[in-house]
């Protein structure tokens, strides 16, 4: 009798070291609404190491009207962060990117150059949550023809979307998809989930990240890996994430 109640499994089947590198979080600390304080930063650098990651690339926000990040106050918090990694003993590469925000100044960043990428050139850009840019095609090209590779980060946040044929029509256009891994476990509810299982059913992601803004997170990252679409991801889809070495 006892037999037939199972006791729920705790430990997944397989954590994020094969995976290796996380390529989206906001750890750096004070800069954007990710970790306020460098103590907080450290909490968050240790969560990832209990799950596997061997590597982070941070990448707070650049977004003209709240976040107005530079390389220059990007790198003095990775500074700051790296400073107390080796106070306490706590071995983990970081590096430092952005997360660009397609606003009305993207542009002229681009033409400005001196932007925040990773790996060999890869760029980490968002949209509006709200509104569809109509700009996106032409802002893809810039950046292209500047010699860099776009990646479009969670696009499965992006519901005005829709249909699957929206998201073919912007890899199309020369665009890589990052995967929030989160959005697998449902914490940014159903749809959002949806729409990432159609994605990763339909071989579409590129690259996973954790967009990690606090332990929450965390938590949530964890229980991504019981998903069957996590498990598709690492079996049987070509991530990039090795790409960011």
Do not use: W
């Not at 002229?108 to 932007?115: D, H, S």
């Not at 109509?134 to 802002?139: E, G, L, T």
Request: hydrophobic letters at 35%; one cysteine or more.
């Amino acid at each position: 009798m006892f037999g037939l109640f199972k006791p729920k499994k705790n430990t997944p089947e397989f954590n994020f070291s094969d995976i290796g590198i996380d390529m989206h979080s906001h750890i750096l600390p004070g800069i954007d609404d990710g970790a306020p304080t460098v103590k907080e930063s450290i909490m968050m650098v240790k969560r990832f190491q209990e799950l596997g990651f061997k590597k982070l690339i941070a990448t707070p926000h650049i977004m003209a009207d709240y976040y107005r990040n530079t390389p220059d106050t990007i790198n003095k918090a990775l500074d700051e962060l790296r400073e107390e990694l080796v106070k306490q003993n706590i071995y983990m590469p970081i590096e430092a990117a952005a997360e660009y925000y397609l606003d009305e100044t993207f542009e002229t960043k681009i033409n400005k150059g001196n932007l925040m990428t990773m790996g060999k050139d890869y760029i980490l850009f968002e949209l509006s949550y709200i509104n569809y840019p109509n700009n996106i095609k032409d802002i893809i090209q810039k950046l292209t023809d500047k010699g860099l590779k776009p990646i479009l980060a969670h696009p499965e946040r992006y519901l005005y979307l829709g249909s699957i044929e929206n998201y073919y029509k912007i890899k199309e256009y020369g665009c890589y998809f990052q995967l929030n891994t989160i959005s697998l476990s449902g914490y940014y509810g159903k749809q959002t989930q949806k729409i990432a299982e159609e994605l990763v059913d339909n071989m579409m992601i590129d690259f996973i990240g954790s967009d990690m803004h606090h332990l929450r997170h965390a938590d949530a990252l964890h229980q991504s890996l019981f998903t069957p679409s996590l498990k598709t991801l690492f079996e049987e889809s070509a991530l990039q994430n090795v790409m960011l070495v």
